[in-house]
């Protein structure tokens, strides 16, 4: 039975795949030997997805068997300010730290043998955002979001990984470690561009590799092409 | 219950959540109201196929719901010309037809209620098949394939899916109707450039739309960003 890859968050999992996108590339990376299933709500913070868990997931573990591993990425909704327009998707700090060990102890629970890999929210380019929302003459406007406040909630997002000993990508440090990430990675001071995907997509391989789950060490589904015997390719259909 | 396509076929088909690719378009589409199932098998033809049909579905219909759709996506390999270097892969056209009206059986019989879609065998550009296969230097060389024996092939495809009475897309002709088909839509005279996964994701669409499967006749899985009410959030959520 082919493992399968469960990808829960918000927009930044929901259009995962589209051209470049980061579940896309799991899906073609892992073509022969898993299945990614895309669970992306967005505009949703951990409040929201709390509420809808058990129904977000309908038939995305095939019959009895655990997915291999969950992502759940969200936080990039909840750090949104408390006192800009995107203020009714806030969650404080703490509950967002609280809803994350319930949907992390929700699918160990659920499923025990799968990996849970939190994904922190991602870095913020403000220029962008203010332009985003207000459009081009807005220089006195806030953004609805700024990269401190995602700062924070990765933190926060990190230590509840510690705490339950789950696997963490802190894509908030790491992309911006790249040149000229605010437009290289984003494209809207949020979402991400395809190399904001590449980077992200780097960052899952690694930490799955972590956790025994690669090319190398997944079987393939069924003969590959250059197993067959040109002078006998029936056999390679033998049982 | 999410609703399920299942693509089956070979590379064109494995390849197809590549960046641009058509099966990731249609994950991406229907992002919040379907799964989509990768099972591309690259190199095989139909002969092949039919041998791990049972293995290759293992896990593709999570639970005891039928997919509501299948496509069936081989030909390109049976129509390799029998006398040159991938000849292994050639399968005689009349066992081609007998393989998919097999094939499709199994899967009526399966899946009662889905859909079974045939996709014919794309056009074939030979220079770039020889420069492919042989180099720069191979003027003298013949293809492997040839575009007069996949519309062979394409041809046969069309009468098989008009007596079963499944829907079928005639990807041979429609790629064809395009400026430059040779290069805007294929890279190396077979597999597809973005703008040629772009021509059959629109069939896709258009033959899913007729049997009823369409963004604007599925239900979205759980409430959309605008149709959270910002004053009154939780609202959305009460079942």
Redo the contacts between chains.
Sequence with gaps: ??P?LVLFGDSIT??S?????W???L??HF??QA?V??R?????NT??AL??LD??M??????A?DPAAVTVFFGANDANLPDQPQ??QHVPLEEYQANLRAICAHFKNQWPSAAVILITPPPIYEPARILDIYGDNAPSRQPERTNEAAGTYAQACIAVAKELDHPVIDIWTKMQQFPDWQTSALCDGLHFT?FGNKILFDEVLKTLGSIGFSQHSLPS??P??HE?D??D??KA?EI
Excluded: T
């Design positions: 039975m082919r399968r929901e259009q795949f589209s051209p470049g996108g579940g896309a590339a899906a073609e073509a022969r299945d299933v895309l992306g709500l967005s505009g949703y409040r929201w509420k809808v129904r977000a309908e038939g995305a573990a095939a019959g068997a203020a009714h395809p589904d069924l590959l092409f067959i040109p002078k390719p029936l259909f």
